[in-house]
């Protein structure tokens, strides 16, 4: 382990924030003081598991077992994880880690919290290489930005927002030119945050850009996704704007992408097990059978990949979101597209994540129904050519309401997730419907206060 106390001496490191992601994908955490720390980092320190009892408004879950008033929301031990060390580019007297939580077991011993998304994607991770496959992703992200703060926000009630720029300019050299101070402070604080891009470019939509995150192992993936999005509000904020990761945050323009590059290799990640030149589109039995397990787990296990209200406003036909169960090779209406431009970039691209998915949620969900295809050995049929929108093929849950009750009776799901898991998660989206069941909306005042 790395001595952090010369680490920090040497990088001048005088304070040190925590933190762990909760079922939303959002970062909980805190300040802790140089001291408390190197108390902490070989051993545990205690954090309130209201983490994994609220939602992303921080109100109480009501029909929860895990915790709540009836456990009196006690501490989870949470355990610092010393390979995520980083040092905050924006912050540079500061330190940062991931922590894992964990559940006091028999006789006491520490066993890893199921709950917690991070290891949850450890342990898919870790059945995946006890198989013999090493999954190596990239998450790429699309989201929008403006010339806002939290406080304007609000006081305009969210509505006449100022984009970056306007106008729809995809790949437009000019407007990244435009914004030359805020891009060249995400690329280059981000790099510095172990968090690096491959690409970077405006998308189709006002102030809206598209990031690709480098590849590795599948939870450093994870980590960096998560990261990414925590890093680029808090950079954006020191240039007096701000980012939407929603799935669809206007009904005129694109929703917002959070798509899943994927692919198995072995255990000294030396070869890729997807890529097979001597198939039909370079696409090894091992790929054919992880594509039909995703395939065939897609729709029931939606709620891991569109985990809010908003995520199912993105899927409509016709703006590169998919609305249907279907692969295709280098197809970008499908919801699964395979790239096999060499062996060492042969892939398969998960295109149902949206910008609101909870990154570890969405890669565990990707992989262990890929492990599940290559265990039942899974046909995904033939690739469909053209356009998925125009046929006639399953169609994916139109809401969250839909998804969740298919993903709370999936038998597979239990068995590869775990009961306790499931069921607490599946209440958590039930929650997230009745929140949005009760609000009455701008469109519902628009359309029925006067007329009706």
Not at 214 to 229: G, P, T
Not at 351 to 364: F, M, S, W
Not at 416 to 421: C, I, R, S
Request: charged share 25%; with cysteine.
């Amino acid at each position: 382990m790395i001595n952090f106390r010369e680490e920090f001496e040497s990088r001048g490191i005088r304070h040190v924030k925590l933190a762990g992601t909760d079922l939303d994908g959002v970062l909980r955490g805190k300040y802790v003081s140089p001291d408390k720390f190197h108390s902490a980092v070989e051993g545990n320190l205690g954090f309130c598991d209201v983490i994994f009892g609220w939602d992303s408004a921080d109100a109480l879950y009501d029909s929860v077992t895990f915790t709540g008033w009836h456990t009196g929301y006690p501490d989870l031990p949470a355990r610092i994880d010393p390979a995520t060390f980083r040092v905050v580019p924006w912050e540079p007297d500061t330190a940062f880690f991931l922590m894992d939580f964990y559940r006091r077991g028999p006789e006491g011993k520490d066993l890893p919290c199921l709950l917690s998304p991070r290891q949850l994607l450890q342990a898919v991770v870790d059945r995946a290489k006890a198989k013999g496959f090493l999954p190596v992703c990239s998450i790429e992200y699309e989201f929008f930005v403006f010339r806002e703060t939290p406080e304007s926000l609000r006081e305009k009630g969210f509505q006449n927002l100022r984009p970056l720029s306007p106008g729809m300019f995809g790949y437009s050299v000019l407007r990244a030119s435009q914004q030359s101070d805020l891009v060249h402070a995400l690329l280059d604080q981000l790099r510095d945050f172990r968090v690096e891009l491959e690409g970077f470019h405006t998308e189709t939509g006002p102030g809206v850009y598209e990031a690709a995150l480098r590849y590795s192992d599948a939870v450093e993936a994870a980590d960096r996704a998560i990261l990414f999005k925590t890093g680029v509000k808090e950079i954006c904020a020191r240039y007096g704007a701000i980012p939407t990761f929603m799935a669809k945050w206007n009904q005129s323009l694109p929703g917002s992408s959070g798509h899943v590059h994927q692919s198995l290799w072995d255990l000294n990640r030396t070869r890729n097990l997807f890529a097979d030149r001597d198939q039909a589109h370079g696409m090894s039995e091992c790929a054919r059978h992880y594509v039909g397990g995703q395939l065939a787990l897609m729709a029931d296990w939606m709620p891991l990949i569109a985990p809010t209200i908003n995520s199912y406003k993105r899927a409509v036909p016709g703006v590169w979101s998919p609305t249907k169960v279907c692969w295709g090779v280098d197809n970008r209406t499908a919801a699964l597209r395979w790239i096999a431009p060499s062996d060492s970039a042969t892939r398969v691209e998960y295109r149902l994540a949206a910008a609101d998915g909870n990154p570890y949620l969405v890669t565990a969900a990707a992989i262990a129904s890929g492990l599940w295809g290559i265990e039942h050995r899974m046909d995904p049929g033939v690739p469909i050519t053209g356009d998925a929108y125009s046929k006639d093929l399953p169609l994916l849950p139109a809401s969250l309401v839909d998804a969740t009750r298919r993903f709370r009776t999936n038998e597979t799901a239990r068995q590869v997730f775990g009961d306790e898991f499931v069921d607490h998660y599946a209440t958590t989206r039930t929650w997230e419907a009745q929140q949005f069941g009760r609000a009455v909306t701008d469109w519902e005042l628009a359309r029925y206060f006067e007329i009706i």
